[in-house]
Antibody
Framework: EVQLVESGGDLVKPGGSLRLSCAASGFTFSNAWMNWVRHTPDKGLEWVARIKREADGGTTEYAEPVKGRLIISRDDSKNTVYLQMNSLKSEDTGVYYC?????????WGQGTLVTVSS | DIVMTQTPLSSPVTLGQPASISCRSSQSLVHSDGNTYLSWLQQRPGQPPRPLIYKISNRFSGVPDRFSGSGTGTDFTLKISRVEAEDVGVYYCMQATQFPWTFGQGTKVEIK
């Protein structure tokens, strides 16, 4: 059974930092391109970041609103993808999901809540 | 980025009656490989998104056949043939033809 389990969400003050983790199981993680998607009150579902598999260079891409502040990374030895969140803003508040998709599959985790508020 | 626009944003439906949601993209979703990467997701209250349909009209494993997708190019439709109580939630269209993935605003399906 495929599982994606996010953790690390918390209440943090504006300007603060947080690191989210997503532990994967039930599929070959090292072959997967992994994404973070968030659900915010203002924008609904919004793609945030992607990291390709190492065989494809491990390249990372980011949505414009988070460029320079969020960093996606992966550890294939731990089947885990991370999202380092720096210089957090109130508009980053939302539920963060890790997700991966292929031809006939699309897996989502349960999500982890990030609240940015003073 | 491709903009996805859904209508209606709210759809009150009587149990057992059909429901239909439209999704329009700001540009064609036909990929250079010939496929159209348009999906539909369901999000029940307090749950993560659940993928229902991929490539316009293909149901993911375990999705009831009362859900169907259709469309071409820039105009797509999700239909629920007979709405059941468990279908209450928000439905999103999503495109993966052009990077980055983009989503519609969501359509709330509720029981009258």
């Amino acid at each position: 059974e495929v599982q994606l389990v996010e953790s690390g969400g918390d209440l943090v003050k504006p300007g603060g930092s947080l690191r989210l983790s997503c532990a994967a199981s039930g599929f070959t993680f090292s072959n997967a391109w992994m994404n973070w998607v968030r659900h915010t009150p203002d924008k609904g579902l919004e793609w945030v970041a992607r990291i390709k598999r190492e065989a494809d260079g491990g390249t990372t891409e980011y949505a414009e609103p988070v460029k320079g502040r969020l960093i996606i990374s992966r550890d294939d030895s731990k089947n885990t993808v991370y999202l380092q969140m720096n210089s957090l803003k109130s508009e980053d508040t939302g539920v963060y999901y890790c997700t991966t998709a292929g031809g006939t599959y699309h897996y989502w985790g349960q999500g982890t809540l990030v609240t940015v508020s003073s | 980025d491709i903009v996805m626009t859904q209508t209606p944003l709210s759809s009150p439906v009587t149990l057992g009656q059909p429901a239909s949601i439209s999704c329009r993209s700001s540009q064609s979703l036909v990929h250079s490989d010939g496929n159209t990467y348009l999906s539909w997701l369901q999000q029940r209250p307090g749950q993560p998104p659940r993928p229902l349909i991929y490539k316009i009209s293909n149901r993911f494993s375990g999705v009831p056949d009362r859900f169907s997708g259709s469309g071409t190019g820039t105009d797509f439709t999700l239909k629920i043939s007979r709405v059941e109580a468990e279908d209450v939630g928000v439905y999103y269209c999503m495109q993966a033809t052009q990077f980055p993935w983009t989503f519609g605003q969501g359509t709330k399906v509720e029981i009258k």
